[in-house]
């Protein structure tokens, strides 16, 4: 988004409203692994700007995912 706007007139702060998201839902998904062992992994549920639905937004499966890339 920042190289992006770099091409337009957008202000800063209109900017950094629209990377942030209006809901972030963190929680703990069990998995239980073929030893029968239950490892907890991190998730979380992302949406953003929900004034028009459906909202951009998604899941992310990887362990290299931070909350920072919401």
Do not use: W
């Not at 029968?36 to 953003?48: D, G, L, V």
């Not at 929900?50 to 362990?63: N, Q």
Request: hydrophobic residues 35%; glycine residues 2%.
């Amino acid at each position: 988004m920042d190289k992006a706007s770099e091409h337009t007139d957008i202000q800063p702060d209109l900017l950094d409203y629209f990377k942030k998201p209006d809901n972030l839902v963190k929680f703990t998904l069990p998995l239980v692994k073929d030893d029968n062992t239950i490892e907890m992994i991190p998730a979380y549920r992302c949406q953003h700007k929900i004034h028009r639905t459906p909202t951009k937004g998604g899941l992310r499966f990887a362990e290299t995912v931070t909350i920072e890339q919401m």
